[in-house]
């Protein structure tokens, strides 16, 4: 049986994704209201598309988001938005890792705000969010679509450090292998060297059970 959202809080939910700087078309946000949901209720909410829709045109009415002038599809911030909320140098949230849910754009425009909010330039931005959509990716792609827990922050060295752990499907290394699912040095995903090559440190730990994958990178700001 679906979860019933009422209106007011449809509108609360669509908020709090704003407020965090999420950008995306109303087929992203449908799915992140649907996996805050799924993720806090372990159901489907009863609402349409079509209703969030509506309430994105009335949010772009008052003032409190716009559509990108590079993509009239996509909606963010207006720059005066009440939404607005102070940010600080640490960011910490649970995501649902199932690719329906598109986690990598939510990861990749919540970083990106983050990033711009603590004055970070735009071409660092890039490589940083490359970086970590590739882990995003990976821990939905080998995980079990469970919780993906994320968290970074920016320390008194001026070094962004990212923290990640999200639980994984069973699998066969060896015959992962052959089917040229990884590489020739058995490297455990495949966004791995992307990640190395773009932040300064990258190290990924497989728990005993290997029931749970455990990343932390480092890459200077400054």
Same mark, same amino acid.
């Given at each position: 049986?679906?979860?019933?959202?009422?209106?007011?809080?449809?509108?609360?939910?669509?908020?709090?994704?704003?407020?965090?700087?999420?950008?995306?078309?109303? *087929?992203?946000?449908?799915?992140?209201?649907?996996?805050?949901?799924?993720?806090?209720?372990?159901?489907?909410?009863?609402?349409?598309?079509?209703?969030?829709?509506?309430? /994105?045109?009335?949010?772009?009415?008052?003032?409190?988001?716009?559509?990108?002038?590079?993509?009239?599809?996509? #909606?963010?911030?207006?720059?005066?938005?009440?939404?607005?909320?102070?940010?600080? =140098?640490?960011?910490?949230?649970?995501?649902?890792?199932?690719?329906?849910? =598109?986690?990598?754009? #939510?990861?990749?425009?919540?970083?990106? #705000?983050?990033?711009?909010?603590?004055?970070?330039?735009?071409?660092?931005?890039?490589?940083?969010?490359?970086?970590?959509?590739?882990?995003?990716?990976?821990?939905?792609?080998?995980?079990? !679509?469970? =919780?993906?827990?994320?968290? #970074?922050?920016?320390? $008194?060295?001026?070094? /962004?450090? /990212?923290?990640?752990?999200?639980?994984?499907?069973?699998? =066969?290394?060896?015959?992962?292998?052959?089917? !040229?699912?990884?590489?020739?040095?058995?490297?455990?995903?495949?966004?791995?060297?992307?990640?190395?090559?773009?932040?300064?440190?990258?190290?990924?730990?497989?728990?005993?059970?290997?029931?749970?994958?455990?990343? $932390? *990178?480092?890459?200077?700001? *400054?």
């Amino acid at each position: 049986m679906p979860f019933p959202l009422s209106r007011p809080e449809l509108e609360k939910e669509v908020k709090s994704l704003f407020a965090v700087g999420l950008t995306g078309n109303v *087929a992203d946000f449908f799915s992140w209201v649907k996996m805050e949901i799924q993720r806090k209720f372990k159901e489907d909410p009863n609402t349409t598309q079509e209703q969030l829709q509506t309430v /994105l045109n009335e949010f772009v009415s008052l003032g409190l988001i716009q559509t990108n002038p590079l993509d009239p599809r996509e #909606y963010l911030l207006t720059e005066k938005s009440t939404l607005i909320k102070k940010m600080g =140098n640490q960011d910490r949230f649970t995501i649902l890792g199932a690719l329906h849910f =598109n986690p990598m754009q #939510y990861v990749r425009t919540r970083l990106d #705000y983050f990033l711009f909010r603590n004055g970070i330039d735009p071409e660092l931005r890039m490589d940083l969010c490359i970086a970590t959509v590739e882990a995003v990716e990976n821990a939905a792609k080998y995980g079990d !679509g469970g =919780n993906v827990e994320i968290e #970074y922050q920016i320390d $008194k060295n001026k070094v /962004l450090i /990212l923290d990640m752990v999200n639980t994984v499907k069973d699998f =066969n290394l060896e015959d992962d292998i052959q089917r !040229g699912k990884f590489s020739s040095t058995a490297t455990l995903m495949r966004g791995m060297m992307v990640m190395q090559k773009l932040f300064d440190t990258v190290d990924l730990e497989i728990s005993d059970n290997r029931k749970l994958a455990i990343l $932390k *990178a480092t890459r200077k700001l *400054a």
